[in-house]
């Protein structure tokens, strides 16, 4: 038996499928290991007055003001098959960075899989240190895959970020970095007990063909304006 729930694709107005089965099929020899990998700076935000809950007859209130108390990068890997995340935090997102948070991935994926990286096309990505590693042969395995400029919104692990941020950050209170890693890692460790990939299940064609419009009415436009 599968539950569906209906959630936002990174593609406007494309809904995507985040799908819950009973036992989650795990990639197998045969099947590539798929990840989406990007980073994101959150910080660790905290309200100038305290916020009160919801209650009958007025809605939870959340001041429009907060203070900041650091940042921290997310480096989150998110298995397309499965739903199951790999994350980590660090100080800083330099290619040293990304080569260790490569190393962690390498270590957690069976060595049977080969592993397929979808990723934008940051400098870090490609920093001397990470394609000196990437190049040794036991690295064969792995195959990174690039987003076109402007077109992050196709890496799946989107979605997870804007869920992530929708149910755990946005209305947080976090009055310290450890704080808030504490609780990123706390709601990826719940994540994880309980895996629910997310599925595109608008078609492709309905997506260039959006993308297609999407490109006339900007060429109009700057058309328009050249005159």
């Known amino acids: 038996m599968t539950h569906t729930d209906h959630v936002e694709s990174p593609v406007r107005g494309q809904p995507a499928r985040r799908v819950r089965r009973a036992g989650t099929r795990k990639p197998t020899a045969e099947r590539p290991h798929g990840v989406s ?9 905290d309200r100038t007055q305290p916020s009160l809950p919801m209650v009958r007859g007025r809605a939870g209130t959340l001041t429009h003001d907060y203070k900041r108390n650091g940042t921290t990068d997310l480096f989150a890997a998110l ?37 397929h990286v979808v990723l934008d096309n940051l400098s870090a990505h490609t920093a001397p240190e990470v394609t000196t590693w990437l190049e040794h042969p036991r690295r064969a395995r792995w195959h990174l895959h690039f987003t076109p400029t402007s077109s992050s919104w196709v890496n799946l692990v989107e979605r997870w970020f804007k869920h992530l941020t929708d149910r755990r950050l946005r209305r947080g209170v976090f009055t310290s970095v450890p704080n808030l890693i504490e609780a990123i890692m706390t709601w990826v460790e719940h994540g994880n007990a309980e895996p629910e990939p997310f599925v595109w299940h608008a ?25």
């Open 37 to 45: 990998f990007p980073t994101r700076q959150v910080q660790a935000l």
């Open 203 to 227: 078609k492709a064609e309905d997506i260039i063909a959006k993308v297609r419009r999407g490109r006339a009415t900007l060429a109009q436009v700057k058309s328009k304006t050249q005159h």
């Open 79 to 115: 298995n397309v098959a499965t739903g199951e995340v790999i994350a980590q935090c660090r100080k800083q997102h330099t290619g040293a960075d990304v080569l260790a948070f490569f190393k962690v991935i390498d270590k957690q994926v069976p060595r049977s899989l080969d592993i």
